[in-house]
């Protein structure tokens, strides 16, 4: 069993940053893809992004090209999200994923164990 818990989210000023991390516990994420998404209030899931196994190829959201970064360390096992030039619209819950393959995936079906969200509010 994989037990994901995220941290780093927080309250900022629109233009700050943040960085998110995703620990993983019970059997590790090597070998799997790991994605970001989040779930602004009302609103449904959307991927932010996703990273390959061994931190081969990225892919993002097209709303946070450019700001965000994720990246890995799998001896570690975490995955991060370096959110930065924050805009009141990446207000939301987010939520890191592993995958059920070793490349990135855009789609929410792709992912099998979610951790429990961590919140971030961007304020103007």
């Known amino acids: 069993q994989v037990q994901l818990v995220e941290s780093g989210g927080g309250l900022v000023q629109a233009g700050g940053s943040l960085r998110l991390s995703c620990v993983a516990s019970?059997?590790?994420?090597?070998?799997?893809?790991m994605g970001w998404f989040r779930q602004p209030p009302g609103k449904e899931r959307e991927f932010v992004a996703a990273i390959s196994w061994g931190s081969r190829s990225s892919y993002y959201a097209d709303s946070v090209k450019g700001r965000f970064t994720i990246s890995r360390d799998d001896a570690k096992n975490t995955v991060y999200l370096q959110m930065n030039t924050l805009k009141p619209e990446d207000t939301a819950v987010y939520y890191c994923a592993r995958a059920r393959a070793v490349e990135p995936s855009s789609n929410w079906w792709s992912y099998n164990y979610w951790g429990q969200g961590t919140q971030v509010t961007v304020s103007s």
């Open positions: 019970g059997r590790t994420f090597s070998s799997y893809a």
